[in-house]
């Protein structure tokens, strides 16, 4: 199938996957995102069923459409739906808020087990952690600062310029970062590292640009992850392409912190990181795409979107390139649940697409489904796109 083939608008490709209850229960999750006091009363309203044992009712609603299990076990049955589709899953342990180096040494041994669950295993390409996973906030935000003040560009001089307190927790976080890094690269796992907050993001560079400079020598293990809501990030792709140093990984997304940038910006009375607008976060977006796939011999890019038209863009210039659809190196991503209608075309077009399929005890990771509840609201956004596309689906099976 050629790219002018391909349509993001093919409902019986996009949800052949879903049963007729899959789609009705479906339809009404995304109805109920439009009703802003269950966006408000709902994570305590979820806290409490869990706690007077109804945890099954969040288990099998809004868990089941956006997460795929409590642990790796239970993602097997979401990893061997997607592979049916010829689509592979990100296991992410999306447990958050609690700040402890237990929890911290916790985590790490998590994703380890995902690498160890993906190694060897094609329907898994890729890994994926939070730096805030492993490390504490307090300390990535220090390191940032120090970073940014001092113009530092080698990551082991940072230990040093911290005040005495945080240097013990910078280097243990400093130490499973590289061990997540080395275990990915030694087991022949791609692995992102997701982007965070821009007063923490220095470090989380610095860091990840040392570890794509130390093992992406033959190519891309380790990947940054880069938000082009940030004004900034289309310079600092170029500028560190330019450098030559390594095979370069980039999971290209959007942001995902934007009222919460600016608010701090305001208060804090500094430039604000995000760019002005939504045309030119799609135009550094499309900007970036075009970046990565004209340098694919040194780039290895993730288009991670549910972006109709990033998409798009993205099948056109791989065809442009002559590249291979079947070579992960160019390849599409979106979260569990979302945006199937351009997952799955994609897909049975012949192009490299991943879910990310976030897990972990359903206690846990309320504060996740709280977000992809809130990004889903309103009928003009993202809700109303999906919840279109199924009310269309389920008309074409009932025609």
């Not at 916790?106 to 380890?112: D, G, I, N, P, S």
């Not at 927790?169 to 080395?182: D, E, S, V």
């Not at 004004?231 to 959007?254: I, P, S, T």
């Not at 804090?268 to 995000?274: A, S």
Request: net charge negative; glycine share 6%.
């Amino acid at each position: 199938m050629s790219t002018t083939d391909l349509s993001f608008q093919n409902t019986s490709v996009a949800f052949a996957h879903k049963s007729n209850g899959d789609l009705v229960k479906a339809r009404w999750l995304f109805r109920s995102f439009n009703f802003p006091a269950l966006l408000t009363y709902g994570p305590s309203m979820a806290k409490a069923a869990v706690f007077l044992g109804l945890k099954f009712t969040i288990k099998k609603t809004i868990f089941q459409q956006f997460c795929g299990g409590e642990n790796i076990e239970e993602c097997n049955v979401a990893i061997q739906n997607l592979a049916q589709s010829g689509i592979g899953t990100i296991l992410d342990y999306s447990v958050e808020g609690e700040e402890s180096e237990e929890t911290f040494d916790a985590t790490c041994e998590e994703v380890l087990r995902t690498i160890a669950r993906a190694k060897g295993n094609g329907d898994i390409p890729f890994s994926v952690f939070k730096t805030t996973g492993i490390m504490s906030s307090d300390v990535l935000e220090a390191a940032s600062s120090v970073i940014e003040v001092n113009q530092i560009v080698d990551s082991s001089l940072i230990e040093n310029l911290l005040s005495e307190n945080l240097q013990p927790a910078w280097k243990q976080g400093y130490a499973r970062f590289m061990k997540l890094c080395n275990a990915a690269a030694d087991s022949r796992v791609r692995i992102f590292v997701d982007a965070e907050e821009s007063w923490l993001q220095s470090a989380i560079d610095l860091m990840t640009t040392y570890a794509m400079e130390t093992l992406n020598k033959e190519q891309a293990w380790v990947y940054n992850t880069l938000q082009m809501y940030r004004h900034d990030r289309l310079a600092y792709l170029e500028r560190q392409v330019a450098e030559g140093k390594c095979h370069y990984g980039y999971k290209l997304v959007r942001g995902a912190y934007m009222e919460k940038e600016r608010a701090r910006a305001t208060s804090k009375g500094y430039q604000d990181p995000i760019q002005p607008d939504k045309e030119a976060t799609d135009r550094d977006y499309d900007s970036a795409v075009t970046f990565c796939l004209e340098n694919h011999n040194r780039v290895a890019v993730c288009i991670a979107t549910h972006n109709e038209k990033s998409s798009l863009l993205g099948t056109q210039l791989v065809n442009q390139y002559q590249l291979p659809k079947a070579d992960w190196r160019v390849s599409f991503s979106q979260l569990l649940g979302m945006s199937d209608h351009i997952s799955f075309n994609l897909s049975n077009s012949g192009y490299k697409v991943s879910k990310y399929v976030p897990y972990g005890p359903v206690l846990s990771v309320i504060p996740y489904l709280t977000r992809r509840a809130q990004e889903n609201s309103g009928m003009a956004g993202q809700m109303g796109r999906e919840l279109a596309l199924i009310e269309e689906e389920i008309k074409r099976r009932k025609a």
